[in-house]
């Protein structure tokens, strides 16, 4: 069975074909991937980041055919993003999903973005039943895999840990080629004092707006004296931010009695992170999962992977329903195809 | 103190089971996490092992029940406490309860929750594997404050609930049906979502609560914060 997905909830549109063969296998025949790069100190909007997904959708899906060199009536199941997400971009890409469904006559399939992360890291790793920590930009959830829906035990309760991260670069003017995270953890690399943040973990919840907001001042203060530099900022955020993280994911391995863990979502690519969480999981007797960057990061495979687990359970989107939604709990999805 | 028996190790602390002049008593040692700069480890191992000490004294002097703390050894981030013999809420929950003996344990839980949050106290950390109903008299008895601080903020104080409710969503997602089956009522099933559940705690809360219409009020805030936020990337 051979799936092609299209991704486009936020900054990247991606189209991804994977085929499921008759022994189980998942075989990726193409992931491409374009990302809509802002200015420094500016963020993307949903307005232009459609219009950055309309200009490359079509060439994407030429691609994608290319370098998986199949044709359009092999193809099984059309999969896209159904939510969460900016709704301009969804809505640009989930009306080509439709189009290509009339013409190629395949059927349609709705995944939740979430659930796309998961999956794809689940096949990518071969973990089999890991606590989930996803994190990106709009993102933080602790998630465990329980009767039938992956639960959320812990989450950011105001902004998500890419975007506080991504906010913090633009303050100091670092650039968001080829993403903001990315330059963050680069100047970390260099940081050598250590400025103490809040810290704010409740329970298994964390929450990082009044960190954002500590750093603000700090930058605005004590950097203009000199007394820190951006790099030392980098490094105590990131310390911080982490740390957060990989507590609440102990928290719930404890909580759930699980020695595994799964990192997901475009931040799971930082290598700090990983090496802090595989330090907590070692500590543990545990094993960590992780993902490089083609596979952390939005991508069209993930949609694929999910829709062709959702597809093979007799699951399908009729077209009157193939809207787009914003909001879109990961809790939501009846997870039919895991015991 | 003469044997020390390891029991478990939760996500930080260690457990020992030891005997304190004759009565029986937990050692819980924090441990240094290698993952954490170590700045911030010591900062906040200091903060909790004193933190939880703190507030085992304030909670047993206005009268809620918790572990008595026995010795504080800030140098070594140990606690010597009260060993409680009993189940915690969440084995209690999953063994299956009838209505009348949720009712009462959510009720419990609502009403010391209200005189913890009037005396400024957050938990921190509030789920069902936190309290436990000691053997005997069933009485209800908080554990686990190092994650605790004090605040007179509404919105601590609803953040606190909105720990809790979400806390018994994830880890009691069928605790609905399995109360319908032992009650034998399935026509009732929809009324029995663990949503429902919870509010009889917020019932007692609201009751009891001097302080609970902008509590309550800040709580219905970051619900909506967390579950209909809007999320990408």
Known sequence: ?339 | MATVVPVKQGAEARLLDIDFGGRPAFAKQRFKKAYRHPVLDERLTARRVTQEARTMLRLRRAGIDAPALFLLDTANSIIYVERIEGDTVRDVLRGGVDDAQFEAIARAIGADLAKIHDMDLIHGDLTTSNMMLRHGTRKLVWIDFGLSYTSTLAEDKGVDLYVLERAIQSTHPNQAKAMVRHAGRAWRGTLLTPWNKFDGIIRQYTADSKNAQPVIRKFEEVRLRGRKRTAFG
């Open chain 1, 1 to 339: 069975m051979i799936a092609i997905g299209f991704e486009g909830s936020a900054n990247k549109i991606g189209i991804g074909i994977l085929e499921h063969t008759a022994s189980g296998e998942a075989v990726v025949l193409a992931n491409v991937r374009r990302t809509y790069i802002t200015p420094p100190g500016q963020g993307f909007l949903p307005k232009d980041t459609a219009v950055h997904h309309r200009q490359h959708v079509l060439a994407l899906v030429k691609e994608a055919l290319a370098v998986a060199k199949i044709k359009p009536s092999q193809i099984d199941c059309i999969c896209f993003t159904k939510g969460p997400g900016m709704a301009a971009p969804l809505i640009s890409v989930a009306l080509v999903a439709r189009t290509l469904s009339l013409i190629w006559k395949k059927p349609l399939v709705g995944v939740n973005h979430a659930i796309g992360h998961i999956e794809m890291g689940r096949m990518i790793t071969g973990a089999q039943n890991p606590i989930v920590l996803y994190v990106s930009g709009g993102n933080t959830q602790v998630i465990a895999y329980s009767e039938k829906r992956y639960r959320i035990f812990g989450e950011a309760i105001d902004i998500a840990v890419g975007n506080c991260l991504d906010r913090f670069a633009r303050i100091v003017g670092l650039p968001n080629d080829p993403a903001p995270g990315y330059n963050v953890e680069q100047c970390a690399k260099r940081g050598k004092t250590f400025v103490e943040l809040p810290y704010g973990v409740k329970g298994m919840d964390v929450s990082f707006s009044g960190i954002l907001t500590f750093i603000e001042s700090v930058a605005e203060d004590k950097l203009k004296k000199g007394l820190v530099t951006v790099d030392d900022l980098c490094y105590s955020l990131q310390e911080t931010l982490f740390a957060m993280l990989v507590e609440i994911t102990e928290r719930a391995m404890a909580h759930v009695g699980s020695s595994e863990v799964l990192i997901v979502g475009g931040v799971g690519s930082n290598v700090r992170l990983q090496e802090m969480m595989e330090s907590m999981v070692k500590d543990r007797g545990g094993r960590l999962f992780a993902t490089d960057e083609r596979f952390c990061i939005d991508n069209g495979l993930m949609i694929a992977q999910a829709g062709a687990l959702m597809y093979a359970t007799g699951i399908v989107t009729e077209l009157e329903n193939t809207n787009c939604t914003q909001r879109y709990r990961t809790d939501d999805v009846y997870v039919a195809w895991r015991e």
